[in-house]
């Protein structure tokens, strides 16, 4: 029964692994990009805006 | 997860109760306010440390700590127990949850199961197992983004909603970044413009403007534009301007590029565009879909690519016409491109405007900086005034779709705001005061002045460009995090609805077979909202509350609750608690979801409350609930809650009396139970009855109405049985004929025994075990004639065509066909 819990994972937890795999292909998403967004997605940090844009925001004189 | 045993002490309007469900349905039936709900309520707080009722809208200051204890007691007092079955673990396990501490949950099991217990019960408490009335039309009648949010909720899924709304929150303000950007860039564009008395910003007429100037002050060309070379190498007049900065000549070309603005052919070009963006503005604005469907381009494209050979849905399995799936989403695509051409022409129309309407910007600005300078305040307020509205101009040009005032202002009011009426007299006038303040220049200063301009204006372009540049990839990130987030979730949730449709049209299809044989609907997500709609006779799809009547919006929450609630509990909680939720569905609807509830969830255990004695016998005819576990509630009072008793024949109980002597008692149980028996009986045999004025029918009324048309039928399956020539079937209803007869005989001989009084009067205190023991015997074997031994339910009567077609129970071990071969 635990086992089928498991395999049947959170929908969330899908949405968000189909998500970041998706953009594992876009332009301008390099590694660093999107393993700030997975460690943000393992808390609720995915959730809160300000931290979202804190990973995407190009920073002044840091090519990312 | 299944219920066994359940005890509850002083919990809203019970004091105490225990109750044997043993892992089995369980039917609770009594009036209003006889204590059934206090049960849910009991099982509601077990399971999640709350009581539903008391929580959500309307509930104002409801608490469980005031209001969930019995009123007599305290929360300390209040206490739930149960035992529970639990997969995959050795024998019961017992849990118990106190009022005083509703968060803690007493579990009592071995120490190898207590992970998979505590998972179990974790799962529990998320409370999806309880549907109410109230709940269930929150699926039908509600709007679609409240509907989402009630599902999403369900389903667990309000997580997604709260990412999609920080990844909004997100773009929004990546968007807020570049468009304020934008504006900065464009209006460092349009002062160099301004500055060089161009139209458009082309780089070899800025270099052309810059070494015409360095030539006036002996400088060599240069052949790149870097804002500190370019007065590098050159002789600096002696400025005879009192004020830094400030001459004639600039002021005057200002001044000659807003009347330029002005002229009447400048004029018409910019009411032409503006008319031209206007008209794509309200084609796209007409089909707000269409920018939502934008966002899902790449799923459509990709779906293409994935359409199996048949050309079946890869998604759902749904069967599509070869070619018609892929010509829909070719369809879906063409659709999109047409948006994106529309969206294209709007920007690039209104990117037009945008650099018109910035160089008249940056020359007001130049010159309102200059009037301050040299303290001339006369006209400056009307300068800043147009200035103000222009400005606002661009703000709605930089998000044209969002913001544009296509309603509020037409192209005549643009015109306006672009060249306000008398503005030409003021730009002369400010030409004049500002010639009577400072000295003519000599060509050297006008020179430099104009150098030191065109540096500044290429510093500020260049800052604004980077952080514009950043801008627009920071909103560009946004889109794509946003936009791939809908896909995935689409793909996701997509699957999932699809799934939930599916089977929530399989199972309103089983209720509504016989008047909604070709029912579809639709559950799509859409933006923030979910929409739910049903067809309705064929005529096309509306929302489920248009059209249907509230008891077919009642089997729609229903039927929606079971779907989704599969997709949920994952068969890891199997407990369903229905609180009165078939108010408004009739009598013979009711019938198909007693059938329902036998049929499509061979695994769930139900727990049904309902005031309607009707409906909880077509619950036991139709097998959903035994005997056993079929109670009725009754005599509710504060001080000792309802009264319990098993509405029907409980021989065990009967035996119990006799074994005690108590015969009043066991007469008053079998008379009570054969009454509740033999109008079940009544009703699916379809027995007739005598009309009654006073609608009060008893034993005496349905008993014989049952045997009469048992027999009656049991004679026209044996004329059946000869007409197909069917000789050992003959044989076998001849002789269980007449052994019903021999049984049924034997009733009509003790029938005096079971009269309305019987347990009162002063043979029934006079009669002794050996002497009531036949009579329940012969009411028993009388019972047995109408049920199958096998499953257990009532031989019931089906009719096709209004014509009689069987006799069967719901197993089909007992089938006796009542057609007759046609000659």
Redesign the interface.
Known sequence: ??K??QN?K???E???D??LY??NR?E??DDK?IMELKELSKNSG????DR??EA???T?GVKK | MKILELEVWNVRGIQHISLQPKGKNLVIWGRNGSGKSAVIDAVDFLLTGRISRLMGEGTGDLSLAKHGPHILHKPDEAIVRAKVE???VDGPIEIRRCMKNPSELEIACRKEYR??VE??LD?AKRGNHLLTRRELLKYIYTEPKKRAERIEAL???S??G??R???M??KN??KDEYLASKIIFETAEGAINATTGKAVLITEDVLGFINTNRGFLDGKPIDKIIANQIQTGLRKPVDISPIDGVNTALTDKDIETLLKVLLRNNQDEVFEKDNKLRQVIEEIRKDPSASFEVSRLRLFEMGKDLIEENGNCPLCDTSWEPEKLIKHLNNKIEKIHGYNDKNKLMNELSSDLVKRISIINSSLQSLITTLEKVGEYKNKPVLESWQARIKELLSSLNAPLEKYPVQELDSEAVKVICAPAKIEDILYKVKKALHEKIPEATPELDAWTSLDRITENIKALESSKVEYE?AT??K???E??YD??I???D???DA?YDSIRLRFVDLYKALHSSDEKEFQAKLSPAGAGLDFEVDFYGHGTHPPHALHSEGHQDSMGLCLYFALVEELN???INVIILDDVVMSIDAEHRKQVSRLLATSFPNKQFMITTHDRYWANQLKSAGVVRSKQLIEFQNWCIESGPQTSYDTVVWEEIEECLEQNEIPAAAYKLRRGLESYFQEVCGSLKARIEYNADQRWDLGDFLPAAISKYLELLQKAKDSANSWNKRDLVIQLVDKVNLSRKIINETRAEEWAVNASVHCNTWGENCTKEDFAPIVKAFKDVCSLFECKHCGTLLELSLVDNKLASLSCRCGEEVFNLKIKSK
Request: net charge positive.
């Open positions: 029964m635990e089928e819990a049947h959170p929908l969330v899908q949405v968000v189909e998500w998706a953009l876009e301008g998403f990009i995915i959730k809160e805006a979202l844009i995407i925001k190009p002044p | 639990i997969p995959c992970n998979l998972f179990t799962f389903l667990n899924i997580e997604i709260e990412i709304s920080a990844l929150t997100t303000k990546a950043k990839l920071f560009k990130r946004a794509i995090l791939n987030f896909v995935a979730r793909k996701i949730l999932l994952l068969n890891i």
